[in-house]
């Protein structure tokens, strides 16, 4: 018997310290916070969050969380990768507006954000869809996708049924996970991170800007201070490095378009239309040096038959495609970035312009 109750004795504060540990630092929110929480904080109470990236959020699942406390269908949906992200509702006129841009997006993450749309019975009356040139090169293709798997595969199914059919009613949990009050495996991870100092903590806010990196309730996004005040000759001096390495973001080893994904594209828009939702395909611009770059350099030239790809399946499919990878015609310069490759958010509208509009 005694030895039971030193037993007790002992387990029991071990327990009570991974409990804490796992609650402190909750570094996935799984217990302090949820993806949920914070998406009742951004759709119901329209308020700002500060402090995701410092968290190292996983914004798929934040998106996710989002899009399913929404209400009611928007009339505007924008969709791509982090190049769309600072899309803001008042540039387009409109409250009713939600931007899904993802980090490191792939074509599966334009299915997987559609299929969510599907399924919540949400789909928009627009659709804004970033045609950046990697989405097509599927060496460069990553699986942070597979966090909306059940959606992609939702999707995929809808379109032609070649994704492996099993479950068609995904659910990926975005609340409250008891078990990790007491997982080893998640008390593993956090103890790494206390030395750091980090843990998943976020605030609220209505500024629309801040110090910190800003996630907007309307999905878009505004750079921390350090970003939107950078020196142009820093953004240029990145640039010039990432041209001396040969390096295209997520472009290298792309020796040809992927005809899948392409089909993925067509099939999607082919979908969106039947459904009465006004498609519209965009190009993000390259910056004039990065531009520049790619003409010159042989193993880049693939992004022009990218392009020539995208205003063929705008003419086929009928919908209407704005901006171009070449920054000339939004008039771009280096002091309009924030970095290698994204626009500031007061140059956005201007690369956001008509090169093919539907026939009457």
Same mark, same amino acid.
């Given at each position: 018997?005694?030895?039971?109750?030193?037993?007790? #004795?002992?387990?029991?504060?071990? #327990?009570?310290?991974?409990?804490?540990?796992?609650?402190?630092?909750?570094?996935?929110?799984?217990?302090?916070?949820?993806?949920?929480? $914070?998406?009742?904080?951004?759709?119901?109470?329209?308020?700002?969050?500060?402090?995701?990236?410092?968290?190292?959020?996983?914004?798929?699942?934040? /998106?996710?969380?989002?899009?399913?406390?929404?209400?009611?269908?928007?009339?505007?949906?924008?969709?791509?990768?982090?190049?769309?992200?600072?899309?803001?509702?008042?540039?387009?006129?409109?409250?009713?507006?939600?931007?899904?841009?993802?980090?490191?997006?792939?074509?599966?993450? /334009?299915?997987?954000?559609?299929?969510?749309?599907?399924?919540?019975?949400?789909?928009?009356?627009?659709?804004?869809?970033?045609?950046?040139?990697?989405?097509?090169?599927?060496?460069?293709?990553?699986?942070?996708?597979?966090?909306?798997?059940?959606?992609?595969?939702?999707?995929?199914? $809808?379109?032609?049924?070649?994704?492996?059919?099993?479950?068609?009613?995904?659910?990926?949990?975005?609340?409250?996970?008891?078990?990790?009050?007491?997982? #080893?495996?998640?008390?593993?991870?956090?103890?790494?991170?206390?030395?750091?100092?980090? &843990?998943?903590?976020?605030?609220?806010?209505?500024?629309?800007?801040?110090?910190?990196?800003?996630?907007?309730?309307?999905?878009?996004?505004?750079?921390? &201070?350090?970003?939107?005040?950078?020196?142009?000759?820093?953004?240029?001096?990145?640039?010039?490095?990432?041209?001396?390495?040969?390096?295209?973001?997520?472009?290298?080893?792309?020796?040809?378009?992927?005809?899948?994904?392409?089909?993925?594209?067509?099939?999607?828009?082919?979908?969106?239309?039947?459904?009465?939702?006004?498609?519209?395909?965009?190009?993000?611009?390259?910056?004039?040096?990065?531009?520049?770059?790619?003409?010159?350099?042989?193993?880049?030239?693939?992004?022009?038959?990218?392009?020539? &790809? $995208?205003?063929?399946?705008?003419?086929?499919?009928?919908?209407?495609?704005?901006?171009?990878?070449?920054?000339?015609?939004?008039?771009?310069?280096?002091?309009?970035?924030?970095?290698?490759?994204?626009?500031?958010?007061?140059?956005?509208?201007?690369?956001?312009?008509?090169?093919?509009?539907?026939?009457?």
């Amino acid at each position: 018997m005694k030895k039971w109750c030193k037993a007790v #004795l002992f387990i029991i504060p071990l #327990l009570c310290m991974v409990a804490a540990v796992n609650w402190y630092v909750d570094s996935y929110a799984y217990l302090r916070i949820t993806y949920d929480q $914070i998406g009742e904080q951004m759709v119901v109470n329209t308020m700002n969050t500060v402090g995701l990236e410092e968290s190292d959020f996983n914004d798929r699942k934040l /998106l996710l969380a989002c899009l399913k406390q929404q209400k009611e269908a928007k009339e505007l949906i924008v969709a791509g990768s982090s190049r769309v992200m600072n899309f803001e509702h008042e540039m387009f006129g409109t409250d009713s507006f939600y931007n899904t841009g993802l980090s490191e997006s792939t074509i599966y993450d /334009l299915l997987a954000v559609t299929g969510i749309l599907v399924k919540e019975d949400k789909l928009p009356e627009k659709m804004i869809i970033g045609a950046d040139a990697f989405l097509f090169n599927a060496s460069h293709n990553n699986d942070r996708w597979e966090e909306l798997y059940g959606y992609a595969n939702y999707m995929g199914v $809808i379109l032609n049924g070649k994704f492996e059919e099993g479950n068609l009613n995904p659910q990926i949990p975005t609340g409250r996970d008891h078990g990790k009050w007491l997982s #080893l495996d998640y008390f593993r991870y956090n103890v790494t991170l206390l030395p750091e100092g980090k &843990r998943f903590d976020v605030n609220y806010t209505q500024e629309w800007q801040t110090e910190q990196y800003l996630k907007h309730y309307d999905g878009s996004i505004a750079y921390q &201070r350090e970003l939107r005040e950078v020196d142009v000759k820093e953004v240029e001096e990145l640039t010039r490095q990432t041209i001396e390495e040969q390096v295209v973001y997520r472009m290298t080893d792309f020796h040809e378009i992927d005809e899948w994904s392409m089909e993925l594209l067509t099939l999607l828009i082919d979908y969106l239309s039947d459904n009465g939702v006004e498609v519209i395909l965009y190009l993000p611009p390259y910056s004039p040096m990065m531009y520049n770059y790619i003409e010159s350099a042989g193993q880049y030239q693939i992004t022009f038959q990218v392009e020539e &790809r $995208i205003k063929q399946i705008a003419k086929e499919q009928d919908v209407a495609l704005y901006g171009s990878y070449n920054p000339a015609g939004c008039g771009l310069k280096m002091t309009d970035l924030y970095d290698i490759y994204h626009v500031k958010t007061e140059k956005m509208m201007d690369t956001f312009y008509p090169v093919m509009l539907p026939t009457e």
